[in-house]
């Protein structure tokens, strides 16, 4: 039999994240668990020895360094090594966000073995869940936010490749867009927009063109300037504060990208359009970006 130390807590299903057990366990030569399922996700990483895991089919041998995922409803097994056994972490943990967070640290039934060398903030972590244990509001917050470190951890050590599925692609894509949409205020460039998805800029630069038609460099300014767009009509601000509130620095260089998109500099954009077309006017350029942007979408999703 296995010396385990472990924890079970009840949970919230409705919770974003939880963790739902946790524990540290030195097995003896050849303690194994299952053929069974789990009826959550569950991270084991091995802190020292060795041993072997399988699911969907495939047996991965394991040592110190690396982990392995089990999956909700998928028959997994795992067995210590006979000469070598190993010494495990692992964390059970659930929610409504679980699976996306998974699949994001590119986790699957497929791929479901990580490498870390972060052996000794691993094992921190999960006995400071286990140190509070109690149902108590600050323990159940310090244990999920523990849950969320103890994730970061190990996509820290996990290496993000372009996935040649377009589903995985198109995903780069939308978390790029998300981020512009919340950042085109700030000065951001799009070496910070490739870091932020954890890319390389050329692979993003291609993602772009293969899925909206244009570069990221060309949607961030052409979002920039539909928001100065909004400004101009509807507010009284100078120039140059739409120019700081759109992400540009210099005046000059927003009147530049301003003129190459509307064809008139903001100021002469500001006087062309009567009063009572305003509010249209306002939202000529967002609807031209969006419908090029839908159009682009559909087009590199036909299956012909």
């Keep these: 039999m296995e010396k385990a130390y472990k924890l079970l807590f009840n949970t919230e299903e409705s919770d974003d994240l939880y963790v739902y057990c946790c524990g540290l366990s030195k097995t003896l030569p050849g303690h194994s668990f299952g053929p069974a399922l789990k009826p959550h996700f569950m991270i084991h990483y091995c802190l020292s020895g060795k041993g072997k895991f399988q699911i969907g089919g495939k047996t991965y041998p394991l040592k110190e360094g690396y982990g392995f995922l089990i999956v909700p409803d998928e028959l997994a097994y795992y067995v210590s090594d006979e000469k070598d056994p ?3 972490a692992w964390v059970g943990f ?5 699976e996306a967070i998974v699949s994001q640290l590119g986790l699957s039934v497929n791929q479901p073995v990580f490498k870390s060398t972060a052996s000794k903030d691993i094992y921190d972590l999960v006995k400071d869940m286990m140190d509070h244990n109690t149902f108590s509001v600050e323990d159940v917050l310090r244990r999920n936010g523990l849950l969320s470190m103890f994730l970061s951890v190990i996509a ?3 290496s993000v490749t372009a996935k040649s599925d377009s589903g995985s692609a198109n995903d780069y894509v939308t978390k790029a867009q998300a981020y512009i949409r919340s950042n085109y205020c700030n000065p951001i460039k799009v070496s910070d ?3 932020y998805v954890c890319i390389n800029r050329s692979y993003l630069y291609t993602l772009f063109e293969k899925s909206l038609g244009i570069s990221p460099q060309q949607y961030l300014t052409s979002y920039r300037i539909a928001k100065a767009v909004e400004l101009l009509q509807l507010t009284k601000l100078p120039i140059e504060s739409i120019a700081i509130s759109c992400g540009y620095s210099d005046p000059l260089v927003f009147s530049k990208a301003f ?3 509307k064809k008139l500099s903001p100021s002469q954009y500001r006087k062309s359009l009567p009063k009572s077309d305003t509010q249209a006017a306002n ?6 970006v969006e419908k ?3 159009e682009r979408h559909l087009e590199s999703n036909d299956p012909n």
């Design 156 to 158: 820290s050590g996990i």
């Design 86 to 88: 190993w010494t495990y």
């Design 94 to 98: 659930g929610g409504k966000r679980a």
């Design 283 to 288: 939202k000529e350029h967002l609807l031209q």
């Design 193 to 195: 927009i490739a870091n």
């Design 292 to 294: 090029l942007i839908e």
């Design 259 to 261: 003129r190459q998109e």
